[in-house]
């Protein structure tokens, strides 16, 4: 058995200058060991989203190379941009990946904590690392911002788990969280019609009663209502499942699935869980997949 | 880029003695840089195929220690089993994976044959490796088997592409070739009437003017039907494709698909295929598989 990998995906608060953006991302790329997976920045928002994985040394390493860049490039009180943040490194979650357990990136997790801190950061840990369940939420740990921390950190059931309760403010505060890999994966209907979207995001989403661990929005993009899902836990709702829903949901409003497409990636087992449930496969497993053998 | 990487899958005529088998395999095992995959061994036909696969130099290497055990150990003239055979070592394909091309293949399948008829087989290459037309098609090449070979090997239109023109009886003949990765699944359908299954086959095959790339056969497994496929090009038929033709055709008879095994394995562009087809994904790749980065 390989060692247990883990992926990260950091957030950080500058997605506009090109020069701040790549010296950041050198930080992470300088780190044996580390394979950088994609780069996504956004100048409306200003931010960017880095994925990375590797083993838990060079991934707990990289984590930290990061911060310390973060902390040295962006000044928050500076920064403007649409995105809710509340830090210049801003949320930090650990995936695990082969071989790994959900524990491992809680530990991984309480370990960028200790280091990240000791950068200067208050830092809130997050869903499967949180200390108390009013935590677990990210919406809830970073309600208010960046804006509303200086105050809402002196409130005892908001202390941050680790580091200081006053703000540095260039720094702001992070975000670090331990969760399992989460599905992007976007549903195009027929219609431009978006209220089509949210009555279908709706029927399909747990939070209303829907399927377990999955997230849908009903959006309006180019012209056509999109229904926008984020699948966290692929165990219970598998994502063919997921839009097997979202197509039934759809056919009840008149509406057809045109097409999808998958936001960034999706673990072999995504495709595996299509194979079975698609070609009636009974027993299928990913050593079946010839270059898994390799 | 890595290095282009061969699978070979060698058959061979002993499915019985246990002792042979894992000397012959053995063979194998013992090249470095060779991946065994797959064994499958079948006493009633007295037959077993192997799945092997690594870079060029290895895979021949080791195909050719394979040809060599295969020489030691079995005596074709004393053996029986109602596979149809004509060889000890009977049948030998290189499959181009990984940054392989068909050309490469076929330059291995020549180099193995040099190799192979030095140790007294009589070699006919077949498929992409063929050295004329009428050689293309593997049952053509042995047909009336090892019975009909010693007479055969003497028309000048089937004397061996490598090797002597005679017939060593303990050893017989070897058929090399190069073709594309062949994926077997087996459909079973909600009825025991095997001429429904014979039926679908002769719908949905090539040779009866149905799918490029696909063989099918109707049999009766366990009391079901079963549409038996062979897709041996799934660029030009997809297997969600093959699979949803024997659906509509078994339907036009009343019957369903009620489950599918994968025999062995299949290779990853495959899933990639199941995936755009079924979850209607429009821009998708293997580079978005998680795993396929790391």
Known sequence: MTAPLFEAIPNFSEGRDAAKISRIVSS??????????????????????????????????????????????IDLSKQTGVHPRMGSLDVLPFVPLENATMNDAVRLAHHAAQKVCALGFPVFLYEHAATSPHRRNLAEVRRGGYEALAKRIKDPLWHPDYGPNTLDLRLGAVAIGARHFLIAFNVYLDTPDVDVARQVARKVRERDGGLPGLK??????????????NITDIEATPLPVALEAVRESAAVHGARVEWTELVGMMP???????????????DFGPEQILEAGL
């Open 268 to 282: 072999l087992e995504a495709l595996v869980q299509t194979a079975r449930h698609h070609l009636a496969l009974r």
């Open 28 to 73: 992470v790329r300088a780190v044996p060991g580390v394979r950088i997976l994609d780069l996504h920045t956004d100048p409306d928002h200003n931010r960017s989203v880095l994925t990375f994985a590797g083993e838990e040394e060079p991934v707990l390493q990289a984590a930290v190379a990061l911060a310390a860049a973060c902390a040295g490039e």
């Open 216 to 229: 849908a929005l009903g959006l309006e993009v180019a012209g056509r209502a999109q229904v926008s899902l």
